[in-house]
């Protein structure tokens, strides 16, 4: 019994909650973050169910803490259990919450039937905060949102520069070898360069079937008087042809 009493006792004084959250206010600790305009301290715990730094969000300094947490568009209550304290990874109780929003209240007033008020309404607050954001997440992602995206100018003028130049190198290498050629075919350079005739010749005639492909030119249409003209002409023709096969035949009897 005295063993049992002396553990007791240590126990006591290992979760005090009141000594725990002295040390942590006066003294250091690695949660704590001080806002220099509104002169509010905040807490960075990831289990802190309003963020703020006090006596009664504290999740260090409570044995008994509960708080709302959202994985992955999946709420969750925690809950914390001091008798696991020896095990800081399995200190809370995880519950997954329903879709339904009446239904994830009733369960956290289940759950939390011995919890004081406070933590009760922190985490009724919490919880509808997180199904807030997540609806507004839901209406964001159907709408389409314009994305923006950023220019790199220096690359855009680099590569700009690096067009013109090969561009004015491709225009470059086109008139040398147009004033080659011209100069081949008058031979100016006689039988310096051993080039093949017949590859030279194919090469002439495609340019000159270019040239006379882009000299086509368009004509209006035919008019009936440019037809009726067509017709005289070609009954003209006929009787000269005829007149001339009767010479002929004169001439040969």
């Known amino acids: 019994q005295t063993f049992q009493h002396y553990f007791k006792q240590i126990n006591l004084s290992m979760q005090n909650d009141e000594l725990i959250w002295q040390n942590i206010n006066l003294n250091f600790c690695s949660y704590k973050v001080k806002a220099k305009q509104q002169k509010q301290t905040f807490c960075k715990n990831e289990y802190n169910v309003t963020g703020l730094c006090n006596r009664q969000s504290c999740p260090l300094a409570n044995s008994r803490y509960a708080t709302i947490r959202e994985e992955k568009g999946v709420c969750y209550l925690y809950m914390k259990v001091i008798e696991r304290a020896h095990t800081p990874k399995q200190m809370y109780e995880k519950i997954k919450l329903p879709r339904n929003y009446e239904k994830a209240l009733a369960l956290i007033d289940e759950h939390l039937i011995y919890w004081p008020n406070f933590t ?35 690359m855009e003028k680099r590569e700009s520069r690096r067009e013109a130049k090969a561009l004015a190198a491709a225009q470059l290498d086109q008139s040398i070898e147009k004033e ?13 360069y051993n080039i093949n005739q017949d590859i030279f010749e194919k090469v002439v005639e495609q340019e000159e079937e270019e040239e006379e492909e882009e000299e086509s030119e368009f004509v209006e249409d035919f008019d009936e008087s440019d037809l009726e003209d067509i017709e005289d002409y070609e009954l003209e023709m006929e009787t000269e042809t005829a007149g001339k096969a009767k010479q002929k035949i004169k001439v040969g009897n």
Do not use: A, P
């Open 120 to 154: 009760i309404h922190k985490c009724k607050q919490r919880y509808t905060k997180i199904i807030q954001y997540l609806i507004r997440m839901r209406k964001l992602r159907k709408k389409n949102v314009k994305k923006l995206v950023s220019r790199d100018l220096k």
């Open 180 to 192: 080659l050629l011209e100069r081949l075919k008058k031979g100016t350079y006689g039988d310096i």
